[in-house]
């Protein structure tokens, strides 16, 4: 009853701050279609300049690949290579190929090589390899494969920043004293913030989800309720960690301040970036942080098609990680009264 | 010094009992050593300056704020004590309201809080909210509300489930002299009902108004008796001169 009473206020407190549901809706869906446009746009086509090469060698390099330019003498390529209109210039230097790139994107370079790898090996005789996917297809671009995380990562990090401050508010501005001088328990101040925001993670999560797959056409091979499970479940840790987090900031700045140090490094354990690279010690930081198992449960859905067997580690872990943190938070509320 | 005190004007059970009470924040004693006894129906003012120590002793009474020393006894029961919190209504300092609610959001809120519902939470949102002259404004944000007017409103939900014991901090604050004179007539009104009102003032003419008033001053009760009583013993014509003959004098 005192549960439903506090929820229902955030709810109506919430439907009239149209800037924070603006923030809370509209903010995740568009940076999801920035990184769409930017990680899902055209291959990148380097810019070749080919001096001396015969004519059967540049006609093999794939024109879809690369834009071929030749030159009259290697100066003039060089030149062209500095000025920027280049990305390599190849060359043959006593009858051996060889290619000078301008070397400061790694991405540009891969392509580069990748394409004039492909023309020369054409020389010799080998088989082409039958080419089949476990997982995906040929089209997967890197936005279908980090996207499931980045819709986690927005579930998260918004949800975080609006509890965080809501909860905040409620203490600077005295109603959270004037709250706990009735006979509401701590427990349904926490119970009632969670259903309150609870509604609206879910929508949230939701739109987010919705509009990533049929609108954006993120690629999706497993069940939508798993994903929108994983996604409630990701701000409900959320929410429970902000409020928590908001008892020891005394400004909504200081919540500000929260970012660098709880948001940011989740989003380099939660599989945006290859951990394998990184010493296994330092990896092993990935199991505190919840974003690592709702990401690592996101990808399996959405690109492996799986199942709940296959992700129920990973939703136990989020629900003990949230009702900790709400344990935690009944905990912090005596610093505000003493029962 | 002046000896303090401890007038019981009326009633074998006190609706609030103070004994020793202490409360330090770090090495500041804020509250030295109160002891105070308030009585079922009166109105009891505790006056003292800016930084005396009121609002500390009226968040001990009310159970937010646990003492370092002392015992708090409200209505029988030793405090803080959740249950207590239904029992009286409470004012605080500040104008703690929800200012993108209107004021009856405000006070359905609060009010179910208090266990109210229904018909009868409609009808106590009416009274309340006449007791404080803002019926015309019920479905206001209380943005657009004026100072004195959420301080009136804070009354109001105060007053929502008709508790036994009043708290009320400062409730005049801010508030123009007519309808400050409307609130005393509604609070001697409550009284008169049998409603104990407990309110803290720094506005010496206001203790006038008050049964008894508790003098405070540097965390220490100084004087406790009726605003003649204290005229009397001090030998002074007003509350303000008492003040300063009861209170310890001039200030350093
Ligand atoms: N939470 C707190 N921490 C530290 N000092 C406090 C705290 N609350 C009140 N004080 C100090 O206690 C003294 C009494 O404050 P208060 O009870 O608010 O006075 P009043 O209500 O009479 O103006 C003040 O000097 C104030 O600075
Ligand atoms: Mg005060």
Redesign the pocket.
Known sequence: MRTRALATRIISQFVRDKRTLALLFLAPLLVLTLMHFVFNGQQVKPDIGTVGIPAPMTDRIDPDGAHVTSYANREEAEQALRDGKLDAVFSLEGGKPSILLEGSDPSMNKAVMLVLQKSIQADMLTIQPAVSYLHGNEDLSSFDSFGPVLIGFFSFFFVFLLAGVAFLRERTTGTLERLLATPIRRSEVVAGYLLGFGLFTLLQASLIAWFSIDVLGLYMDGSIWLVLLMNLLLTLTALTLGTLLSSFAGSEFQIIQFIPLVIVPQVFFSGLFNLEAMDPWLQKLSYIMPLYYGADAMRGIMLRGEGFDDIETDVYVLLGFSVAFALLNVVALRKQRAI | MVQTHTNIKSAPEPVVDLQGITRR??K?T?LDGIALRVGRGEIFGLL?P????????IKLITGIDKADEGEVVMLGEKMPKLSMLQRFGYMA?SDALYQELTAKENLLFFASLFGLSGARRKERIQAAMSVVDLLDHLNKPVAAYSGGMKRRLSLAISLLHEPELLILDEPTVGIDPVLRQSIWKELTALRDRGTTIIL?THVMDEADKCDRIGLIRDGRLHAVDSPQGLKDRSGADSIEEAFIVLGGGVRA
Do not use: A, D, I, N
């Not at chain 2, 800016?50 to 002793?57: D, F, I, N, P, R």
């Open positions: 924040f770090g500041r804020v003292g800016s930084g005396s120590g009121k609002t500390t002793l300092q803290t």
